[in-house]
């Protein structure tokens, strides 16, 4: 019986779909699952939180394996794959549904993700400021089960090829060591 030990982030970076693609790419991820966090509404559904009226974000949990990535890695990633200075939105999608944030679980997440914010401002990457929100975790409902796998399940569907693809295609360039072996 396997005794490693996993661990979880929670993550806003718009479109969950775009998201979840990159990360069940990744070496070290043993889950991710779509979902809303940081709302009002028990058990939203897509159409409520789309409204912009729950106050939830679209977001992964992630359940990964320490041994294999670092918390920093997932984050490192999660900056490199979305843009943190537009708020409230990623490319075309506009809301508040759409922003960035990281919810963490331990302090030591929340000091990870302060200290990775302060050297990407220092860096200057984006000319504009950093606006992901760092805050605590909050309940995290799962969302309906046609979203979760939605990019694998649905490549050639018109929003994967315009928007998913691109990303995925450049991000299994320039993060190809992060690639799990079977991609």
């Known amino acids: 019986?396997?005794?490693?030990?996993?661990?979880?982030?929670?993550?806003?970076?718009?479109?969950?779909?775009?998201?979840?693609?990159?990360?069940?790419?990744?070496?070290?991820?043993?889950?991710?699952?779509?979902?809303?966090?940081?709302?009002d509404v028990v058990n939203p559904s897509y159409e409520l939180v789309c409204s912009g009226t729950t106050g939830h974000a679209e977001a992964v949990q992630i359940t990964y394996d320490p041994s294999i990535i670092s918390?920093?890695?997932?984050?490192?990633?999660?900056?490199?794959?979305?843009?943190?200075?537009?708020?409230?939105?990623?490319?075309?999608?506009i809301g508040t549904q759409y922003r960035s944030a990281i919810f963490w679980h331990t302090k030591e997440q929340e000091k990870s993700a302060t200290d990775i914010v302060l050297e990407l401002v220092k860096s200057n990457i984006w000319t504009d400021p950093i606006v992901t929100e760092i805050v605590p975790l909050s309940p995290f409902f799962k969302a309906e089960d046609y979203h979760q796998g939605y990019y694998r399940e649905n490549s050639a569907q018109m929003y994967c090829q315009v928007v998913i693809t691109p990303k995925m295609e450049k991000f299994s360039i320039e993060y190809k060591d992060y690639l799990k072996e079977d991609m």
Not at 18 to 37: D, F, M, P
Not at 81 to 89: A, E, I, Y
């Open 1 to 39: 019986m396997s005794t490693k030990q996993f661990e979880k982030a929670t993550l806003a970076g718009g479109c969950f779909w775009c998201t979840e693609a990159i990360y069940e790419k990744v070496k070290g991820i043993n889950l991710v699952e779509s979902g809303y966090i940081g709302g």
């Open 71 to 93: 918390y920093d890695e997932i984050l490192k990633i999660f900056f490199a794959t979305h843009d943190p200075t537009t708020l409230n939105r990623q490319g075309a999608d």
